[in-house]
């Protein structure tokens, strides 16, 4: 239930919709707006669209704008997601939980985002993406994808496509909704608002929504484990754990249970074998499989006629978003002094002298345990939010002989918090040190063991805080220059200034004497952006002039230059045409420049992150190196540069009435991508590391390891550097290239059987490659189908019926079979689908309480079908981005209308 909106009204960027006439409802959700052109009155050329009209949102069992959006396979299920926080495609940047839109698999920072057609504020802690479930699906008149390149129209971030959601305009009455949703171990609730009010030279609207879902619990999920022996592959649990392992070179010596550290012997700590192995812990011990969200929307819009011809409007939208969340506790290889009042060393064992930064009298001789603070303060809590806005205020006027002019401006932010406790490394090694059993932190314990007033002497906590602030202001002019045999050639021409700021503050008290005092990092990078755009319709052929052979031939052409504050300027073209031989049959093609501008966080040093991991490596004998993981932001950077085209046909034939047939042909060749390659906890995998080169230093020296330790970007617990046996580098660079070409479908049919009427169809996805490069220096290579990267198909397909007072429609998903590249031998992951239905029936003025009552029922993955088992290295037991953890997920909803 995909249509297409290519023969909708369309608008300029930042333009309000013309009013439409209201259907029976008092809706004017049809046709207002369609994106991908500056021109009003005409459909974009070449470029495909695809889209939800609000009675098919309605009809769909997704419960947020973001859910029903991934459901259309071109949108990739890589990247920013509240499902996957791992390091493919920069998805452990997103620390708030949201969810981008990723079209083409291009990047989630590669998809603009309008409402309306007007730019918003950039979201994330990086300003990455934007979430489009900040807004209630209630408000949506439309909701419409262009996968195509739109540099040309709209500036930067539309190289794989733009995302416009398009609210309701004339909207007279209002409509009330709850929803209560359950599945295993999990569920929600959901309740909305909306009301308008339309007269004759204005209208105005209203909407709330509130949301809530539960956290689901990694406990409760089988395949959500780091344990994968049971799989076929290496137990991948860490070796920090509660109790530990003392560990002495590459020999650890599992710590007993059952005992509390206080009179532990050293005849007690025995070298780990096959038969008595090392401690281990899952990093999912406590930690949300998915986490919880909670969200307030709301939405106001008001439009007036303040003369014939000129019409002020205004409108505006708030959310907030509160983050339900645990992962795993704080864990550190501890370096352990003689000193410290419960030390205990193996019997005969030959102890290395202390690292200066353990602060030991000279001569002393330190170990390492492997720790857990799991027992001692339990999984880390996330305290994270997200609050974002934007008002806007503009300014339509019609100048006469087929010329308007529009203007607004526009003013919005995103503002993002994550706080979680971590560790005191000062009060943690003066702890470490100390003599007095009754002061000293106690590492040997099964259950911790340490008091408890060391233990909040040692607890910190840090704050990361991001604000992304967006100016707007656009001004545009379009009309009929002249007419030709076809019709008026028509053009749009305007103007732009955006004025961006960022925020990025951390405060924490990781390094400082103690907890009372912090340390602050704070940057506030600035950018403005002034750009000209232009955009001409000449249509050769339409039915004014048509012959056999020749029902339509159509061309576009549209530029843009933007000049950027702190990197220069760019200027991208595109050409489209549209040709239809015949009535019910048009082909059509695009070639453009597309552009991505580094956000400011991309280019800001501040970001740098610096943290001690245990990577999984197959060449170690544990399964796990300890890695010097870096991450950040690179001044250096400059726009990311795509060409693309595409051809495309599609086909209504008048002798099958309600059938509708679209396939585009996609090519996009995509350079000096802004990658950060080293960001990948793979890295050390034999699939993985041949690509980074030298990202990777393996046995990086002690030297080079403690400049890194020593920043103060780095907030974990100083430990040995003697430890740390490769050090990747995940740093942002100007080095990527990505080719990438494939086909996008989808064939829809409606039509009346007697009382009732029926509609099938399916929508597909399918990727010839999808080649790509992380360093210049390496040949392109092709990663379609395989983990973490897009599949090569996806699908799905809907069939329903419907009356006018029940409708019934069942979905299929499916995804094509895959390679899963992380495990040795590569694992041939076969095909999977899931079903949802969705249910609907409606009673007209039932009891005389409402216009019309509408009962939902909405089933998830009907079949309650588990992923497809996928042992990687993430680690975890099933992908997360291919497949959900969710399970069967019911909703259960009134709607009631006025």
């Given at each position: ?10 608008a ?6 013309a ?5 029976a409802n ?9 994106t991908?052109?500056?021109?009003r ?11 939800f ?24 299920a890589?990247?920013?997601?509240e ?5 493919a495609?920069?998805a ?10 990723n ?5 989630t920072?590669?998809?603009?985002t ?22 209630a699906?209630?408000?949506?008149g ?7 390149g ?14 416009n ?12 909704y ?5 599945g295993?171990q999990?569920?929600s ?39 994968l ?13 509660s109790p ?5 070179g ?16 050293s ?11 090392a ?6 011990k ?5 986490p ?29 978003r ?10 550190a290889?501890?370096s352990v002094p ?6 205990v ?12 930064s353990?602060?030991a009298p000279a001569?002393?001789?330190c170990?390492?345990v ?11 809590v ?14 339509d ?38 003599t ?15 008091n ?16 992304s602030d ?17 019709g ?7 103007a732009?200034?955006q004025?961006?700021?960022f ?11 103690d ?6 990092v ?5 950018r ?9 319709f ?6 004014q002039?048509?012959?056999?052979g ?12 933007d ?18 031989p015949?009535k019910?049959?048009?082909l059509?093609?695009?070639y ?8 400011l ?24 190196t ?7 932001g690179?001044?250096?950077?400059g ?7 595409s051809?495309g ?31 990948d ?5 034999a ?6 080169g ?26 040995n550097?003697?430890n740390?046996k ?13 080719r ?8 829809q ?12 169809g ?19 290579v ?6 973490g ?39 041939d992951?076969?095909?999977?689908a ?11 003025q039932?009891?005389?309480?409402a216009?019309k ?7 998830q993955?009907?079949?309650d079908?588990d ?5 990687n290295?993430t ?11 969710l ?12």
């Amino acid at each position: 239930m995909f249509a297409s909106a290519a023969s909708a009204q369309t608008a300029e960027p930042g333009s309000k919709p013309a009013a439409q006439s209201p259907d029976a409802n008092g809706n004017a959700d049809a046709t207002i707006v369609v994106t991908g052109t500056s021109i009003r009155g005409v459909a974009p050329v070449g470029a495909p669209v695809i889209g939800f009209s609000q009675a098919e949102i309605q009809n769909q069992p997704a419960v947020t704008t973001t859910d029903l959006l991934r459901q259309m396979p071109s949108i990739v299920a890589t990247g920013a997601s509240e499902a996957y926080g791992g390091s493919a495609n920069n998805a452990n940047a997103n620390i708030t939980g949201g969810n981008g839109i990723n079209l083409r698999g291009l990047g989630t920072e590669a998809t603009l985002t309008l409402l309306n057609g007007r730019r918003l504020p950039p979201a994330g802690v990086q300003g990455q993406y934007f979430d489009p479930s900040v807004f209630a699906t209630s408000v949506i008149g439309r909701l419409e994808v262009m996968p195509d390149g739109g540099s040309a129209i709209y500036g930067s971030d539309a190289v794989g496509g733009v995302v416009n959601v398009l609210t309701r305009l004339r909207f007279d009455g209002a409509e009330a909704y709850v929803k209560g949703g359950f599945g295993h171990q999990v569920g929600s609730a959901q309740a909305g608002l909306v009301a308008g009010k339309s007269w004759s030279s204005g209208n105005l609207l209203l909407a709330y929504e509130y949301f809530d879902r539960d956290d689901v619990k990694a406990a409760d999920r089988p395949l959500y484990t780091d344990d994968l022996r049971a799989f076929g592959q290496s137990d991948l649990r860490l070796f920090t754990a509660s109790p530990g392992n003392v560990q002495i070179g590459s020999t650890r010596y599992p710590i007993p249970a059952g005992q509390d550290g206080t009179s532990l012997a050293s005849s007690s700590l025995v070298a780990a074998t096959t038969t008595v192995p090392a401690n281990r812990e899952s990093v999912y011990k406590g930690a949300s499989a998915l986490p919880g969200q909670r969200r307030h929307s709301l939405f106001a819009s008001l439009h007036q006629d303040l003369t014939p011809g000129l019409q002020a409007w205004t409108e505006g939208f708030y959310a907030h978003r509160k983050l339900d969340q645990t992962i795993g506790a704080a864990t550190a290889n501890l370096s352990v002094p003689q000193t410290n009042a419960f030390f205990v060393a193996p019997a005969g064992a030959t102890l290395p002298l202390c690292a200066a930064s353990v602060g030991a009298p000279a001569g002393t001789r330190c170990e390492t345990v492997n720790y857990s603070f799991y027992n001692d303060f339990g999984p880390r809590v996330r305290d994270a939010f997200q609050e974002i806005y934007q008002v806007a205020a503009g300014l339509d006027a019609d100048l006469g002989h087929g010329w308007k002019a529009s203007a607004f401006a526009s003013f919005g932010s995103d503002i993002e918090e994550r706080t979680q406790y971590g560790i005191n490394n000062p009060q943690l090694l003066a702890a470490l040190r100390d003599t007095s059993r009754a002061t000293a932190f106690n590492p040997f314990g099964a259950n911790g063991g340490t008091n408890a007033a060391t233990l909040a002497k040692i607890k910190g906590s840090q704050l990361v805080a991001t604000q992304s602030d967006l100016t707007n202001v656009v001004a545009k002019i379009d009309g009929s220059l002249f007419a030709l045999p076809g019709g008026d050639v028509k053009v749009a021409v305007g103007a732009e200034y955006q004025h961006h700021r960022f925020r990025y503050n951390t405060v924490d008290n990781f390094a400082t004497p103690d907890t009372s005092t912090f340390t602050t990092v704070l940057a506030i990078p600035k950018r403005t952006v002034e750009s000209g755009y232009a955009e001409v319709f000449l249509p050769l052929v339409s039915g004014q002039n048509a012959r056999p052979g020749i029902e339509e031939l159509s061309v576009s052409a549209a530029l843009r230059h933007d000049h950027y504050s702190d990197f220069g300027g760019t200027t991208n073209p595109k050409f489209a045409i549209q040709f239809a031989p015949v009535k019910g049959l048009k082909l059509r093609g695009t070639y453009g420049k597309s552009f991505r501008a580094p956000t400011l966080s991309d280019m800001n040093p501040a970001t740098l992150g610096v943290t001690v991991e245990d990577f999984a490596d197959p060449t170690s004998p544990t399964g796990l190196t300890r890695t010097l993981f870096l991450r950040g932001g690179n001044t250096a950077l400059g726009p990311e540069k795509a060409t693309i085209w595409s051809l495309g046909a599609d086909l209504a034939p008048a002798a099958l009435r309600g059938l509708t047939v679209s396939l585009t042909y996609f090519n996009v060749d995509y350079t000096n991508r802004i990658e950060a390659p080293g960001n990948d906890r793979t890295a050390l995998t034999a699939a993985r590391e041949p690509r980074l080169g030298s990202l990777i230093t393996r046995n990086p020296s002690a030297t080079l390891v403690q400049s890194f330790l020593s920043l103060p970007q780095f907030t974990g617990v100083p430990e040995n550097p003697a430890n740390i046996k490769a050090l990747v580098d995940g740093r942002k660079v100007n080095v990527g290239r990505l080719r990438t070409q494939g086909f996008e479908g989808n064939i829809q049919w409606s039509g009346e059987l007697g009382p009732v009427t029926l509609n099938a169809g399916a929508v597909g996805n399918y990727f010839l490659n999808f080649k790509r490069a992380v360093l210049p220096t390496l040949p392109l290579v092709d990663v379609a189908n395989t983990f973490g990267n897009p599949l090569k198909f996806r699908a799905r397909g809907n069939l329903g019926v419907s009356n006018e007072r029940m409708a019934v429609t069942g979905f299929v998903n499916f995804t094509g079979a895959y390679r899963n590249d992380t495990i040795t031998p590569v694992q041939d992951v076969k095909a999977f689908a899931t079903f949802d239905l969705s249910a609907r029936y409606t009673w007209d003025q039932p009891m005389g309480l409402a216009k019309k009552l509408t009962l939902s029922i909405d089933v998830q993955n009907v079949f309650d079908r588990d992923p497809p088992i996928v042992p990687n290295v993430t680690p975890l037991a099933f992908d997360p981005q291919v497949a959900s953890i969710l399970g069967r997920f019911v909703t259960v909803g009134l709607r009631a209308s006025w």
